[in-house]
Nanobody, 119 residues
Framework: QVQLVESGGGLVQAGGSLRLSCAAS????????MGWLRQAPGKEREFVANIIWNVGYTNYADSVKGRFTISRDNAKNTVYLQMNTLKPEDTAVYVCAAAPCSTCPYNNWGQGTQVTVSS
């Protein structure tokens, strides 16, 4: 099945920026929707952003609207999450995921990459 590999996490000061990457390989034709979710210590996993692969339609959690941008590179089979104006509340493990339709639950997951925002 499809493999998803994230990169780009790290430590950044509040107000700074990071760009996460998610490279997909294998059965990429099954990845109709791809996105990012995050889980902070002691909190439930939450939706961050997603993109409908073939048309580029995007949406975002209210908490990141205006600060984060999800995009794709078809040639590289890669999804990105540009994170600007980072806040300490953004600290979490960010996970890339894929789903077979626009409203299906995610059924493929990456390993995750840690993002830590210091105040």
């Amino acid at each position: 099945q499809v493999q998803l590999v994230e990169s780009g996490g790290g430590l950044v000061q509040a107000g700074g920026s990071l760009r996460l990457s998610c490279a997909a390989s294998g059965r990429t034709f099954s990845n109709y929707r791809m996105g990012w979710l995050r889980q902070a210590p002691g909190k439930e996993r939450e939706f961050v952003a997603n993109i409908i692969w073939n048309v580029g339609y995007t949406n975002y959690a209210d908490s990141v609207k205006g600060r984060f941008t999800i995009s794709r590179d078809n040639a590289k089979n890669t999804v990105y999450l540009q994170m600007n104006t980072l806040k300490p509340e953004d600290t979490a493990v960010y996970v890339c995921a894929a789903a077979p339709c626009s409203t299906c639950p995610y059924n493929n997951w990456g390993q995750g990459t840690q993002v830590t925002v210091s105040s």
